[in-house]
């Protein structure tokens, strides 16, 4: 019951995070092209990357912190529900440049942010 409890306090930060940060990036950028959304997945998948090496890796986290971190935390302030839907109407309003903009740069930079989180981890704490 304690891990479903910070799950869920997780999941309200990270929602809050991903609201915060996706609001802050878009105001200041004009046009269609959900770059929020896009940088807040990066950065989230950054910062995944250096979680589950310092969880895994060097134990400076409990295990049982990854239900806190990475699934609640995480898993609410990256979101595929949200990129989808942005990808989807970017299709249904013809930009589909934009949207094969969002889909290749979301994967491509979020499999690079993730895996530059672990890099770096492994370089600064070995």
């Known amino acids: 019951m304690t891990n ?10 990270g929602a809050l995070s991903r609201y915060g940060l996706t609001t802050a990036v ?9 770059l929020g959304t896009l940088l807040t997945n990066i950065f989230g998948c950054f910062l ?14 409990p295990p049982a912190s990854r239900g806190f971190l990475l699934v609640g ?6 979101t ?3 990129f989808s839907l942005e990808t989807l109407r970017l299709i249904q309003n013809d930009r589909w440049i934009f949207a094969a903009g969002n889909v290749l740069g979301s994967v491509l930079l979020c499999l690079a942010a993730v895996t530059l989180g672990r890099l770096l981890m492994k370089v600064f704490l070995p």
């Open 4 to 13: 479903l409890l910070l799950i869920g306090l997780g999941g309200f930060l």
């Open 48 to 61: 995944m990357g250096i979680l589950v090496y310092l969880i895994q890796e060097k134990e400076v986290f």
């Open 73 to 78: 935390l995480l898993g609410a302030m990256t």
């Open 26 to 34: 878009q105001k200041g950028i004009p046009g269609s092209f959900p």
């Open 80 to 82: 595929f529900s949200t």
